[in-house]
């Protein structure tokens, strides 16, 4: 059992493939057929640029700690290390909107990976890294190049109606409730998440007069879904415990409504980045404060 995150090494393994298989088939159908908006190469860049960077770090490390490359071991094994990065890659090149610039989204796929090495903490659970790659990869692009946008919220069912519509939503919300109940066990933290934003909506439309109908419109987008569903509930990077998912869930929320009062764009990614820098900084300064200080010998003191 990994304690960090609160399932077995098989379990995660089996989840890491669904969520692979999933984004796969979704970001298939969607450049074929429901309307995705950006280019054919900008998916194949974003996995490049996660593939490369993922195997650099790793042969970085093995030579750094003495040891064989993960990946190595056969097909079953390069795949399976780079089931975290196809994950990324596909997330980042599907939610990111750069217009014919392939660039910024090679950007946002290196800094996704590489956030999972340099940023990294430690704590009674073990260490482990605490920010979602993929979201975060997304809100440094986001920051750093203001040009660069999140794709269009309509494209996920621009070219199907009616029933197909109602179809699809299912499939995500059925899929990503049996991955978030059966194996990563995160289901307070959506029920938290949910409810919270709500809440926001609700405390936005009593004190500042917006519309508590708008504020729970973003609710209805299949990006919002996919957000609740797939990203927010991050196993690494979430709280193992039901409080701390529910108190990290109604976290998120809050920074977000934050975020709508102060009319700042891209609130979902940005929310969820404040809550894991905080988290960051906790775990940070919890283990500088914890360090015994060293006893130096009498007569080595100078």
């Known amino acids: ?14 989840g890491l493939r669904r969520f692979a298989f999933g984004i796969t088939l979704f970001n298939v159908l969607g450049h074929l057929f429901l309307g995705f908006e950006q280019s054919y190469a900008q998916p194949l860049v974003a996995l490049a640029a996660t593939y490369s960077m993922e195997l650099m770090l790793e042969v970085i490390a093995a030579w750094r700690e003495k040891r064989s490359p993960r990946f190595l071991g056969g097909p079953g094994q390069l795949v399976d290390f780079l089931l975290s990065a196809h994950i990324s890659g596909l997330a980042v090149g599907m939610l990111l909107y750069a217009n ?10 290196a800094c996704a990976i590489a956030s999972k090495n340099l940023f990294r903490v430690r704590s009674s659970d073990g260490e482990r890294h605490i920010f979602n790659p993929s979201n975060f990869g997304i809100a440094v692009t986001l920051i750093l190049f203001p040009w660069v946008g999140i794709a269009p919220a309509y494209m996920f069912t621009e070219n199907i109606s009616g029933s197909a519509d109602w179809i699809l ?14 194996v990563t066990k995160r ?16 405390l936005r439309s009593v004190f500042m007069g917006t519309s508590f109908v708008a504020g729970l419109v973003p609710m209805t987008g299949v990006a919002f879904i996919l957000f609740t569903f797939y990203m927010v509930t991050d196993p690494p990077t979430t709280p193992r415990s039901r409080r701390g998912q529910m108190l990290f869930g109604a976290s998120v929320a809050a920074a977000y409504g934050l975020l709508m009062a102060l009319h700042i764009v891209f609130g979902l990614f940005f929310a969820l980045t404040i809550v894991c820098s905080v988290r960051y ?4 300064i919890s283990a500088l404060t914890a360090e015994t200080p060293v006893s130096i010998p009498q007569e080595s003191r100078a």
């Open 100 to 109: 014919d610039r392939l660039w910024p989204i090679a950007f946002a796929g």
């Open 169 to 182: 939503v299912g499939l995500i919300v059925v899929g990503g409730g049996f991955l978030n109940v059966k």
């Open 1 to 14: 059992m990994n304690v960090a995150t609160g399932w077995s090494p098989n379990s995660r393994l089996a």
């Open 187 to 202: 289901f307070p933290l959506i029920l938290a998440w949910l409810g919270a934003f709500a809440l926001q909506a609700y």
């Open 281 to 284: 900084l906790w775990f940070s």
